[in-house]
Every structure is written in structure tokens, then in C-alpha cells.
């Protein structure tokens, strides 16, 4: 089992920046795949971005704006956020995966935090 606590999620005005944590606790060494997901009100969960090995993933309404990076000797990810705006706002999880060793987006997660809110106004 991996656990995994965020940290780092608030309101910030658009066009500012926010850094989000994922501290990855118990069996950390077997994971393959990080990442963030986030969900808005009234919304599904969609993906964000996720880190594999050297390999980053992105999805097309985050690129050029969000960097994830992992610190494996810490075993935590975060996911730099800049130039917010308001469809920005959710509530945002991060995520682990050790059932491939090359893992892709369509593969989803299996570990999942408990969630962080960010609220960016307009």
C-alpha cells in the first residue's frame, strides 16, 4: 500500500502561482507513476499531469503553465502551477501507480490522497 498527503492548495488571484505537495508514505519504493488529477464542482476527475520514470505527461490545458517534478530521495511530487485562472479551481489529488513499468495516461492510478483545494479568483 502507498499513502499519500497533499499539501499546498488556496486561493490565489489569476495569473498567480501556487505550489502543490504529495508526500508518498509505505511501500513507495514499488511505485512507477506519480501524478495529480483534479476534480471541479459538478465535474469528473480529469488528469493533469504525471511523472514516469524520466517521462512527464501533461494535459493539453495545463501545458507551458504546470512543471510535476519527483524528488524520489523524498518520495514526494509536486506540480508547480503558474499563470492560474479560474477554470483552475479544484480540488486537486495526487496520485500513485506501480502496475507498469512504463506507465501512460490511459492506465489511470491506483493510490489516491485525500485531496487539496485551489481556488483561484478572478
Known amino acids: 500500500q502507498v499513502q499519500l498527503v497533499e499539501s499546498g492548495g488556496g486561493l490565489v488571484q489569476a495569473g498567480g502561482s501556487l505550489r502543490l505537495s504529495c508526500a508518498a508514505s509505505?511501500?513507495?519504493?514499488?511505485?512507477?507513476?506519480m501524478g495529480w488529477f483534479r476534480q471541479a464542482p459538478g465535474e469528473e476527475r480529469e488528469f493533469v499531469a504525471a511523472?514516469?520514470?524520466?517521462?512527464?505527461f501533461y494535459a493539453d490545458s495545463v501545458k507551458g503553465r504546470f512543471t510535476i517534478s519527483r524528488d524520489n530521495a523524498k518520495n514526494a511530487v509536486y506540480l508547480q502551477m503558474n499563470s492560474l485562472k479560474p477554470e483552475d479551481t479544484a480540488v486537486y489529488y495526487c496520485?500513485?501507480?506501480?502496475?507498469?513499468?512504463?506507465?501512460?495516461?490511459?492506465?489511470?492510478?491506483?493510490?489516491w490522497g485525500k485531496g487539496t483545494q485551489v481556488t483561484v479568483s478572478s
Open positions: 509505505g511501500r513507495t519504493f514499488s511505485t512507477t507513476a
Open positions: 496520485a500513485a501507480d506501480n502496475r507498469y513499468s512504463h506507465w501512460s495516461p490511459q492506465y489511470g492510478m491506483t493510490y
Open positions: 511523472i514516469s520514470g524520466v517521462t512527464t
